[in-house]
């Protein structure tokens, strides 16, 4: 099988130069994951704008998406990618190993996102009556369970896009949760 590379500014178009730059700007360096999508002449620009766009969840209620959809996906990239943005969004180790796992006994209102996102990725789109009842009593609207949705789709197709192409991760590694649980 043909390894999948991570392409430099030098291989990319034009477009994706300049979309490198930005991001070396903005970031400090293109991350790995994100290079790889440069392989396609839109595929970065169409996901940085999906990925940007305006939603009724803060960032923690987005990290803590992020975290339980790439634990639930098997993706190590995102695992560590989101572990680091977790702790820039104050989020502690001990509570990013939760909401991994899918839970956030910190957080009653985290808790019933995290789960009802878990359940969203893990039965594609199915949750039970409970989860969704206990996602509403926490606080959350309709708007916020569409929000929800458009999140886990944000987050799989990056966890997709690693478990394929296996492209080395770029950011210090998550901790192993079987470790942890165990």
Known sequence: METF??????????????????LKKAVGFVPNLYAAMAHSETALGNYLQ??????????????????????????????????????MNGFTDEQILELRAGNASFSDKLDALVKLASEVNNNRGRVSDSTLENFYNA????????????????????????????????FPMAQELDAVEA
Do not use: W
């Open 139 to 170: 606080g959350y609207t309709k708007g916020n369970l569409v929000d929800v949705i458009i999140a886990v789709g944000d987050k799989v197709v990056m966890n997709y896009l690693h478990n394929l192409t296996q492209i080395p991760v770029d």
């Open 50 to 87: 999906f990925q940007q766009g305006k939603t009724s969840l803060s960032n923690k209620e987005k990290e803590a998406v992020n975290l339980a959809v790439s634990q639930g996906n098997g993706c190590v990239y995102c695992q560590s990618a989101h572990t680091a943005i977790g702790k």
């Open 5 to 22: 590379n991570v392409p430099t500014r030098e291989e990319v178009s034009e477009s994706n130069q300049a979309i490198f730059d930005n």
